[in-house]
């Protein structure tokens, strides 16, 4: 055969492939999502999710130091609220000396150039497990009184020290009422990273049970995104924008890479996606049956939702990716 181009020419060794790739992950791609529980000394395993834990506030800064040394430059912290201060109006989550501002105090301290993301939504602390506050009577989440609550517990993480909030509730209008609150209360420092896509999704399980947050009723529907719609994802995009998110993120990552794309097409602005617990889960699962390589799994996937877009990546893998890298 005489062929004018042989493709095969740009793949024949490890040295080439390597000079041409498209896509390199690189450990300042990741935010590590860390769990925080009451306590000290603590470390509990998430039994859903295997090699991945719960940890007081001592141990989380050694974990945080650790990943820092490894050139991971940010996290995303949630907490564990006890049982006792859940309700159902999520008054726990702005407490000034509650875990998650207690955290964010120490963890600054202890490692000043961590970039910490916070989790802003009222499911940890609400005894119904929904991200907003519920209307008993009617069974609804409430949009408007939620985004009141959401904006105090905003404003206390950036009291704490937060780099950004990171909201997840996907209520109507909170990114402009974040964004006016931290502009008039001295925080125009504090950026916000919106979950602008967060898909009603079933991968979710084992993070549910890692901060004990399961709804305990019905489901979230009403207020995070159809699985079957794209174009959806495009409004709340334009929306955020608008209102001032400063990070655009898209959840879950692996079964949503065209909303990925479609999203950086369409943005100027840095997109995150977040490798969710059930992502995590999978490779876990699958690689401790001997089904598939844990470690390729763990490259390929990542470099697939880089590839598609993502400019960063909440990934339960960061650590195992940087050691691989």
Known sequence: M????????????AAIRSMLAETVLTPSDFILPIFVTEGEGIEEEIISMPGYYRRSIDKTIEEVKEIWSMGIKSVL??????????????KESWNPDGLMQTAIKAIKDAVPGIVLMTDVALDPYSIYGHDGIVDPDKGIIVNDATVEALTRMSLSHAAAG????????????????????LEENGHSNVGIMSY??????C???????????APGFGDKKTYQMNYANRVEALNELYN????????????????????????KNTTTLPVSAYHVSGEYSMIKAAAERG???????????????????????????????????
């Open 291 to 325: 089904w598939l390589d844990e470690d390729k799994a763990i490259i390929e996937s990542l470099t697939a939702i880089k590839r598609a877009g993502a400019d960063l990546i909440a990934t339960y893998f960061a650590k195992d990716a940087v050691k691989l890298l």
């Open 196 to 201: 602008t896509a967060k898909y009603a999704s």
């Open 240 to 263: 955020d924008e608008a209102e001032g998110a400063d990070i655009v993120m898209i959840k879950p990552a692996m079964a949503y890479l065209d909303i990925i794309r479609e999203i």
């Open 2 to 13: 005489i062929l004018q181009r042989r493709n095969r020419i740009n793949r024949s060794s």
């Open 162 to 181: 937060a780099d950004f909030i990171a909201p997840s509730d996907m209520m109507d209008g909170r990114i402009g009422a974040f964004r006016r609150a």
């Open 77 to 90: 912290l949630f907490i564990k609220c006890s049982d006792h201060l859940k309700d159902n109006t999520g």
């Open 203 to 213: 991968f979710y399980g084992p993070f549910r049970d890692a901060l004990d947050s």
